[in-house]
């Protein structure tokens, strides 16, 4: 299994501003994803980041607005840049592990934009 | 990347036996079925994943339809802890989730 922290837990940002979360894992993990989940709706992939490579990042999503680090196998950040009301949602990291290559997450960070 | 179809909600009574179905009618031979669920407030967590035969955890049991294109997560006594979204996701070599909408489970004390 994994344990995930993320911080912060939860924002309150003003729009044009930039928020950068931070993903912890007790493990060394090759690789880490960030995820959106909007208020009320289901979980959507962000990226993926693998250690001393760049971020993959899905369709509607790009490497300006949401910047990825992964500069070791057990932390990750992810910034929300030039935020806006509509970048209010809960971001979740998770990571693949365990006997089935499960996926653990994090309890996510809430963030509400201004 | 295949998809999966769930009610959007269902309620049971406590202590009763209850059943989530998925529909995953384009499943493909190498997909895996997997099931997570998420409590208020909290990250998606895994509950159990099958292949082609049915499978049980101390959580729950995984049915799985002899033609794949649907399975049914069964939890056999339902508690107020297990209210929560369950979601019923294909995954094949890639290590990519796609997540659907789930199924938003109600119990009833």
């Known amino acids: 299994s994994a344990v995930i922290s993320q911080k912060p837990s939860r924002d309150i940002c003003q729009r044009g501003t930039s928020l950068t979360i931070q993903c912890q894992v007790d493990s060394q993990v090759t690789m880490m994803f960030w995820y959106r989940q909007q208020p009320g709706q289901s979980l959507t992939l962000i990226a993926t980041?693998?250690?001393?490579?760049?971020?993959?990042?899905e369709s509607g999503f790009v490497i300006d607005k949401f910047p990825i680090s992964r500069p070791n196998l057990t932390f990750s950040t992810l910034t929300v840049s030039n935020m806006s009301p509509e970048d209010s949602s809960i971001y979740l990291c998770?990571?693949?592990?365990?006997?089935?290559?499960?996926?653990?997450f994090g309890p996510g960070t809430r963030l509400t934009v201004l | 990347d295949a998809k999966t179809t769930q009610p959007n909600s269902m309620e049971s009574n406590e202590e009763e036996p209850v059943h989530l179905p998925c529909n995953h009618s384009t499943i493909s031979g190498t997909d895996y079925i997997h099931w997570y669920r998420q409590l208020p407030s909290q990250g998606p967590e895994y509950v159990i994943h099958g292949l082609t035969s049915n499978v049980n955890n101390r959580m729950a049991s995984l049915a799985i339809a002899e033609d794949r294109k649907s399975s049914t997560l069964i939890l056999h006594r339902a508690t107020l802890r297990d209210a929560a979204v369950y979601y019923c996701?294909?995954?094949?070599?890639?290590?990519?989730?796609?997540f659907g909408t789930g199924t938003r489970l109600k119990v009833l004390a």
């Open positions: 996701i294909l995954r094949s070599g890639t290590y990519k989730y796609i």
């Open positions: 998770s990571v693949d592990k365990g006997l089935y290559n499960e996926q653990f």
């Open positions: 980041a693998n250690q001393g490579s760049e971020a993959t990042y």
